[in-house]
C-alpha cells in the first residue's frame, strides 16, 4: 500500500477518534471498498494512535497525536520517518466527532460541514456490539453512511460513495506504550527539501 493510501487511512481514524481520549482498544480495519484492499491493524491509547496495514511488501506504519492532529509515517526498512504538517490530515469520508452517539448530527454538521445534511436512522447491531446508525450528506453532494459505537461514541464502520471499511475484532484493554513510541535512532526525512533537491538535480535538456 501508498504512503498516500496509508496517511488516507490515518485520516478517517484520526477524525473519528479525537474526542475519544479515555479509550483503549485493538481492532483490525477491514476496507469493504473497493474489494480486494488489505486489511489495517489499529491501536488507540487515549490520543495515541498506531495503524500497520497487514501484508506488506515493505513495512511501514503510522502514528497518529490527535491532539495535534499529526501523523508519523514510519518506514522501519530505511530507519526513516516523514512528519505531517499539524492539522492537515485527509479524510474522505464523513465522520464525526461524537458527543452522544444519539445526537451525532450535531457534532457532524458542526465539524465536517455546516451546510451538509445528517439523518438518525435508529440502532443496530453490528458485529454484537450497540450502534446508532446514521446518513449523512456533504455539500458537495456525497454521501454515505455511518455507524457510531455507543460504548466506544466512535464510528465502527462507514460506508460511502468511494470507500467503506468497519472494525472488526475489536478488543478493550491497555495498549503497550512502546507501539506508540518513535524510535530515537530513526532519521526524519524532510520531504518539502527532498522535492526541492530534486528539482534542482533535473537539468534543462541540451540544444543542439
Do not use: H
Not at 450497540?130 to 457510531?148: H, L
Not at 461514541?153 to 513510541?181: R, S, Y
Amino acid at each position: 500500500m501508498s504512503e498516500r493510501s496509508l496517511l488516507r487511512l490515518a485520516g478517517f481514524i484520526l477524525f473519528a477518534a479525537s474526542t475519544c481520549s479515555a479509550q483503549q482498544f485493538s481492532a483490525d480495519m477491514v476496507r469493504l471498498k473497493p474489494a480486494g484492499a488489505l486489511t489495517t491493524k489499529v491501536n488507540l491509547n487515549g490520543d495515541k494512535v498506531r495503524m500497520e496495514v497487514a501484508g506488506q511488501s515493505a513495512k511501514s506504519y503510522v502514528l497518529l497525536n490527535l491532539a495535534k492532529r499529526q501523523s508519523i509515517m514510519v518506514l522501519p526498512d530505511t530507519k526513516t520517518y516523514v512528519v505531517s504538517p499539524p492539522g492537515r490530515m485527509p479524510s474522505s469520508i464523513p465522520l464525526v466527532r461524537v458527543g452522544n452517539p444519539d445526537e451525532a448530527c450535531v457534532d457532524w454538521v458542526k465539524d465536517v460541514n455546516k451546510t451538509g445534511e445528517c439523518k438518525k436512522l435508529g440502532d443496530e447491531e453490528l458485529n454484537g456490539r450497540k450502534t446508532v446508525k446514521y446518513s449523512a450528506t456533504a455539500s458537495n453532494g456525497d454521501t454515505g453512511t455511518v455507524w457510531i459505537d455507543r460504548d466506544l461514541k466512535m464510528p465502527i464502520k462507514w460506508d460511502g460513495e468511494k470507500g467503506a471499511a468497519e472494525f472488526q475484532n475489536i478488543k478493550l484493554g491497555t495498549q503497550e506504550e512502546k507501539l506508540f513510541e518513535l524510535p530515537t535512532d530513526y532519521e526524519k526525512i524532510d520531504v518539502a527539501a527532498k522535492r526541492e533537491a530534486q528539482k534542482g538535480s533535473k537539468k534543462p535538456p541540451v540544444r543542439k
